[in-house]
T-cell receptor, first 113, second 115 residues
Framework: AQSVTQPDIHITVSEGASLELRCNYS??????LFWYVQSPGQGLQLLLK??????LVQGIKGFEAEFKRSQSSFNLRKPSVHWSDAAEYFC???????????FGTGTLLAVQP | ETGVTQTPRHLVMGMTNKKSLKCEQH?????MYWYKQSAKKPLELMFV???????ENNSVPSRFSPECPNSSHLFLHLHTLQPEDSALYLC??????????????FGPGTRLTVT
């Protein structure tokens, strides 16, 4: 069965520090992978996606993610975190005939001044 | 209006009430989705509509009834809800999945509280 694991429930980083959020997936075929961000009281905003091709994908707000098939991972990175990045981050894999998204449980990011 | 909009943003209802959630997308998409986001649980897909036809019902109780009158609008009719149905209900849209996999765009959600 398809699944997504985000091992870190909560992460705190200092403003200006680098960030890496982990995501591991289980999917039998070629995965279509996404990272979304959710600010408090808001819906989900797409940060980036991986469908095929270059395994390092660039997204909005300075985020990037690297697809590693051998590790079944799709980790999200940012070289320098801003206070406005504090939010919850969700990794997801799409699959099946109905394009449904399977989400991880999310990682809540706090940013210290 | 741009993107995906949802109304109301907040809703409090008793267990015997009937209410409806509305979603509208302004992106020219042909597929729409309802998700439920409960505290400490992963987002759960509820329903999928493709070209106004329901193509997935993820074992959702019958007290939730979706309706998709056209490709721009999606409703979720609620009746006889339980307190455990309190959650954030998110609507999303995408290009029609019959031609490939596409990213989904989400609305801001309706925060539902059942008393």
């Amino acid at each position: 069965a398809q699944s997504v694991t985000q091992p870190d429930i909560h992460i705190t980083v200092s403003e200006g520090a680098s960030l890496e959020l982990r995501c591991n997936y289980s999917y039998g075929a070629t995965p279509y992978l996404f990272w979304y961000v959710q600010s408090p009281g808001q819906g989900l905003q797409l940060l980036l996606k991986y469908f095929s091709g270059d395994t390092l994908v660039q997204g909005i707000k300075g985020f990037e993610a690297e697809f590693k098939r051998s590790q079944s991972s799709f980790n999200l990175r940012k070289p320098s975190v801003h206070w406005s990045d504090a939010a919850e981050y969700f990794c997801a894999v799409a699959g099946g005939a109905t394009n449904k998204l399977i989400f991880g449980t999310g990682t809540l990011l706090a940013v210290q001044p | 209006e741009t993107g995906v909009t949802q109304t109301p943003r907040h809703l409090v209802m008793g267990m015997t009430n009937k209410k409806s959630l509305k979603c509208e997308q302004h992106l020219g998409h042909n597929a729409m989705y309802w998700y439920k986001q409960s505290a400490k649980k992963p987002l759960e897909l509820m329903f999928v509509y493709s070209l106004e036809e329901r193509v997935e019902n993820n074992s959702v109780p019958s007290r939730f009834s979706p309706e998709c009158p056209n490709s721009s609008h999606l409703f979720l009719h609620l009746h006889t809800l339980q307190p455990e149905d309190s959650a954030l209900y998110l609507c999303a849209s995408s290009q029609d999945m019959t031609s490939g996999v596409y990213e989904q765009y989400f609305g801001p959600g309706t925060r539902l509280t059942v008393t």
